[in-house]
């Protein structure tokens, strides 16, 4: 999606991927190539607002181990509207807003390169869903910056 060229679409989709693109250009890339009325759809992973200090010693491992950025929901809402687009629906996809670690850990005892997070008890990261729509309108400027 970030190097996408071709016939405007209707609809792109994103699943778990966006972190190891550039974020900002997959978003104008997606904008560009939708047609007006046009839906992307992203089911990935976000980040706690406001880590403490263990929360963020583990999101700082996850960046470097799994070379994937990872953003807050804000941050994603604010970089897409800065492209134009509009936020159709947004979902927490976990109950417990926390990645529960233990399960995701399990997960991984088998990788070839074994994780070592400083704080393997403490999850950081929320199950999301974005659609954002593509829509005719003014260029969206933050009033808070």
């Known amino acids: 999606m970030e190097n996408y060229i071709g016939q405007k679409v209707s609809h792109f989709i994103s699943l778990e991927s966006i972190g190891y693109s550039n974020v900002e250009n997959t978003l104008k890339n997606v ?37 994937y950025k990872t953003y807050t929901v804000s941050e994603m809402i604010n970089k897409a509207y800065e492209i134009g687009f509009k936020l ?35 999850g950081v990261h929320i199950g999301t869903e974005f659609i954002f729509q593509k829509k005719k309108r003014e260029k969206w400027t933050n009033p808070y910056i």
Do not use: A, C
């Not at 706690?48 to 960046?63: D, H, I, K, M």
């Open 31 to 67: 904008f560009d190539n939708l047609i007006d009325g046009g839906i992307f759809y992203i089911k990935d992973i976000s980040f706690v607002s406001n880590p403490n200090e263990e929360e963020q010693e583990n999101l700082t491992y996850w960046t470097n181990y799994w070379k």
């Open 88 to 122: 159709d629906s947004f979902r927490n996809l976990h109950l417990d807003s926390r990645l529960n670690i233990k399960t995701f850990m399990d997960t991984l005892k088998d990788n070839i390169v074994p994780e070592k997070y400083p704080h393997p008890e403490v």
